[in-house]
């Protein structure tokens, strides 16, 4: 909780460099708050700490903490990786109060216990999101992206909105036990599950589950490439936590009457992210059709009707798994391909122009293909095992297959990296001390949790 | 221990040689490596000798509690015989690079090819199906690197063919150990999993029919792609060929021993009623395989993909051997492999001086090598007839318990399998003629004095074939051992 506490003020201070004029300290003074956040939530450990005041609108729990601090390594690294997102002196403050506004939605959101709290928390994700997708203003595409994920954002957060209101109608309560209490009885009317899957609806548009991620890859491609690596982490990793909270926990009595659809729309996404990301030539679309194939993967523990620690603890390996192997590929790719166009095409060479950057880049999309000894073989691992033993066992099958046609793509970024390119040889990349820095940590972190899982996919006992 | 150790080393190999400091002399640092796992490898065998149970050869520790997989290692009877092969092999197979082959970046290659040894050595040892499955991904992506970086024409496409295949293979082989690990809570009361070799053992014989052949043909489709068994072969011939020779001689000499392992420990005795149920069809893919690659390599041009088929008709018998399940059958699959990774090793080691000394390996334009130098020709010569398998080397010993082990079985197929031998000899003998004997072919090409590490390591391949070509019980006393306990 003091974790929230200490973004929000540091969001705040950045708020007045302006007038009192420090605005050079404001980036090392965010990436002090997000470690001090972090020391917070590692000594809150096991206090589980509720708001009493406010009907226990928020609650952070040990869950809580944990994916908290997955958003605040995440964020951590994304810090590192875009120093030059901020280094324009014009629009230093927005862009930083902005991301630190967007992480204390994140964080409510990973603590909510509340209807109202959750449409507080996509609020205060979403709307920073939507100015820093359209933060490049002299790129028409950036626009585009920016007026896009607004348009349908806002559409996604009136169905939120209409499906908590249902909810609000059949239960007469915010609180989401109560709204559970509600829910178990025979005498709650339908239109509460009307609610529900409005609700889903809203969340799957959030984390890009198909059909309802036609703004994906365009936002994506339109937003500065920063933007991209932070859109694509910390959103997928806070909404993935409210959506497992309420689909597997406090929707629980309604379970039936949701699990087909959800285990419709995995199916879908699969399906079309992998097939269209197979064709792709711009790096950022096709990450972002990974993004919505690995968001239909952690959907699986949804409908694999498991209701322990060790879903909580796949859900909060994979989150981790992947929001790293993102933030690396992203930074990667940034660092390659700086101002230009990030098609794939700038990647050809890099083996011989910098092979430190292309063996990073490949670990991390050998992580993203699920490829041991990386962590993102065990965070399938760990999805599909749940899934072993529910009634869903031939969607392994599809997601066995589904990976196949993911290593295709990835590998398709690591072959450019290897053919030889003569044209450009003369460009020289170079790093700064940070972004070595970066690569090196996210890299290590997602060989180590590779080869000792057990320091994050233990975290919640039996 | 000893196994950690064998593991470990390598792996601190591939860190050290990708150091810059060790740019220089890259060539001695990974000798340095190679040789000393050789030596660990013939200190293990040394403790077998006394005796196969002792704690110096066994390590058990909880590695990944979430899921209960150990660390397990036990360095004894099969394992022993292909960890040895494994250490003997990248000795042959360091020694073999020249300078500048690999250009300036040689410490690469030299890396990438301890990983290779360091995974693959985890995969004969581990008696764990999670490491297991761990180690043999791990083995895939050092190859494939080094393909794609060395490779020769169209490596793009022929590397990811070869990705794409053993990787689906792979995928199904694990889905079917989860659900054998899912099956291994009913041993126990309180329900506990395990990945232990053991544990699959039984619980595979708790599944119904069904159940066994769905799981059987789930895992076989990993290790088939691998050897590979016939269907599913169609990327070898391309990515042997494709691959510089070093990359083949590690495919062909310690990889697809890999899948050959895998059936005979991770297969056959974990669902033995869906063995029994499909043996015929199997034997009979076994041995199209051995029969289509040999008429297949009779009409090749090119030396490297005459033995990539070659190879595919040798390991198509070996499996023959194992799914006779018989203890026959395995223990000659068992020197087999052993003697296959050797003359295989070898022979691509032939075409590299081939193609250092004259150029080319194309079998048209080569000829009369023999005029040129009699010692290479002689020591190619045994070679090559260590791998038609004559009488008094060590494939013949092999071949023979094979085939006698298939006349357990049925003695059609002891006859099929036998015929389909004679192949092998018509065409190794057919290319042999025209390489090194006749007069030498009016090309501009000299075939000078072998180099010194050439012709040694030539020496010791020809060391291997006819010393345990007499006394094969060197190896197979420890191999018949496990036989025996797994094959009651």
């Known amino acids: 909780m003091m974790a929230l506490l200490v973004i929000v003020i540091i969001g705040t201070i950045t708020l007045l460099a302006e007038i009192f004029n420090f605005k050079k300290v404001i980036y090392p003074l965010s990436l002090i708050g997000i470690l001090l956040a972090l020391g917070m939530n590692i000594k809150e450990w096991n206090n589980n700490f509720s708001w009493r005041y406010s009907d226990n609108m928020v609650m952070y729990d040990n869950l809580a903490l944990a994916f908290s601090s997955v958003l605040l390594i995440t964020v951590f690294l994304w810090l590192m990786m875009s120093k030059n997102y901020f280094n324009d002196e014009t629009s230093i403050i927005e862009h930083t109060s902005l991301v630190l506004y967007s992480l204390v939605g994140a964080m409510l959101l990973v603590g909510f216990n509340n209807l109202v709290t959750l449409f507080l928390g996509i609020e205060i994700l979403s709307i920073p999101m939507y100015v820093l997708a359209a933060s490049n203003k002299k790129n028409i595409l950036s626009n585009e992206a920016g007026f896009k994920y607004l348009i349908m954002g806002s559409f996604a957060s009136g169905f939120l909105l209409f499906g908590i209101a249902l909810l609000y109608g059949a239960s007469g309560s915010f609180n989401l036990s109560d709204v559970q209490l509600a829910l178990s009885t025979d005498i709650v009317p339908k239109f509460a599950y009307a609610g529900i899957i409005m609700i889903l609806i809203a969340l799957a548009f959030k984390v890009s589950i198909a059909p309802f991620h036609f703004w994906t890859p365009d936002v994506y491609e339109g937003s500065p490439i920063v933007i991209t690596a932070l859109m694509s982490t910390i959103v997928k990793t806070s909404v993935f936590v409210a959506i497992m909270k309420l689909f597997l926990w406090y929707f629980y009595p309604a379970y039936n009457h949701y699990v087909e659809v959800i285990s419709i729309l995995i199916l879908i996404s699969l399906v079309i992210s992998n097939f269209s990301a197979l064709k792709q030539q711009n790096t950022k679309r096709l990450l972002a059709f990974s993004s919505i194939s690995h968001a239909s993967i952690m959907m699986l523990l949804i409908i694999s009707d498991v209701r322990n620690s060790s879903t909580v603890n796949a859900l909060l390996y994979y989150t981790f798994a992947y929001s790293i192997a993102s933030i690396t590929s992203f930074a990667v790719i940034h660092f390659v391909a700086k101002d230009k166009d990030e098609q794939i095409n700038v990647l050809k060479g890099l083996m011989y122009k910098h092979p430190f950057l292309a063996i990073s880049l490949m670990i991390a999309l050998l992580s993203m293909a699920g490829i041991p000894i990386t962590a ?38 690591v072959l ?47 | 221990m000893i196994g950690n150790i064998l593991i470990l080393l390598p792996l601190i190999g591939f860190f050290v040689l990708l150091m810059p400091a060790f740019k220089e002399s890259a060539r001695r640092a990974a000798l340095f490596f190679v040789g000393t796992e050789f030596l660990l490898s013939l200190i293990a065998y040394g403790l077998n000798l006394t005796d196969g149970n002792s704690i110096f050869l066994k390590s058990d520790y909880n590695w990944i509690n979430a899921i209960n997989a150990h660390w397990h290692l036990h360095v004894t009877g099969v394992s022993l015989v292909l960890a040895i092969l494994n250490a003997i092999v990248f000795v042959l197979i360091f020694l073999s690079v020249d300078k500048n082959q690999y250009g300036e970046n040689e410490n690469v290659f030299y890396a990438l090819g301890l990983l290779m040894q360091m995974a693959m050595m985890g995969v004969f040892l581990t008696r764990d199906a999670f490491s297991f499955y761990i180690f043999w991904e791990l083995s895939l992506i050092p190859i494939y690197l080094i393909g794609l970086k060395w490779g020769e024409n169209n490596k793009e496409k022929i590397t990811l063919k070869f990705f794409l295949y053993t990787f689906i293979g792979s995928l199904f082989m694990l889905a079917g150990f989860i659900y054998l690990y899912h099956h291994t809570a009913l041993l126990n009361e309180k329900g506990i999993r395990s990945w232990d070799m053991l544990d699959f053992y039984e619980a595979g014989k708790l599944l119904t029919p069904t159940q066994q052949t769905v799981i059987f043909w789930m895992i076989f489709l990993g290790f088939a792609v691998k050897i590979p068994v016939f269907p599913f072969h169609s990327w070898q011939p391309d990515t042997y060929t494709a691959m510089p020779v070093q990359g083949t001689m590690m495919l062909s000499g310690v990889m697809l021993k890999m899948g050959l392992y895998g059936l005979m420990f991770w297969l056959v005795p974990v669902l033995p009623a869906a063995l029994k149920e499909w043996q015929s069809f199997l034997l009979l893919l076994s041995l199209i395989g051995v029969i289509y690659a040999s008429l297949s390599a009779l009409v090749q041009h090119d030396f490297k993909r005459l033995l990539a088929y070659a190879s595919m008709a040798h390991v198509g018998m070996i499996s023959a051997g194992i799914l ?52 290479f020709s002689n020591l190619f010569l045994i070679i090559l ?104």
Request: glycine letters at 8%; aromatic letters at 12%; one cysteine or more.
């Open chain 1, 376 to 413: 993102g073989f065990f965070a399938k691992y760990y999805v599909l095992s749940q899934l072993m033993v529910s009634g869903y066992k031939w969607m392994i099958i599809v997601a066995i297959l589904a990976s196949i046609l993911g290593v295709v793509y990835y590998l398709k970024m």
């Open chain 1, 416 to 462: 450019a990296m290897f053919e030889n390119d003569k044209k450009s040889e003369n460009i020289a990349i170079q790093l700064s001390r940070n972004e070595w820095l970066v690569i090196v940590i996210s890299v290590l972190l997602l060989v180590v949790a590779g080869i000792y899982p057990d320091i994050i996919a233990y975290t919640f006992k039996q």
């Open chain 2, 324 to 375: 006779s399940n018989t203890r026959q059958g395995w223990d000659g699959a068992s020197t087999q492999m052993f003697a296959h990774g050797i003359y295989v090793t070898g022979l691509f080691y032939v075409v590299h001086l081939f193609e250092k000394h004259t150029g080319t390996r194309e079998i048209g334009k080569l000829g009369g090598i023999r005029n040129l130098n009699g010692q």
């Open chain 2, 385 to 488: 007839l260590g791998s038609i398998a004559l009488p008094l080397t060590h494939g013949f010993v092999g071949e023979f318990l094979i085939i006698v082990g298939l006349s357990k079985v049925s003695l059609s197929w002891a006859i099929l399998a036998s015929s389909s031998v004679i192949l092998g000899a018509v065409y190794m003998l057919r290319s042999y003629q025209k390489m090194m004997l006749g007069d030498v072919v009016k090309t501009n090409y000299t075939f000078g004095a072998l180099e010194n590490k050439d012709k040694w390591s030539l020496f010791l391949i020809v060391a291997c074939i006819i010393f345990l070509g007499i006394y094969p019980q060197a190896l197979n006393m420890f191999s018949t051992l496990t036989i025996q306990s797994i094959l009651k």
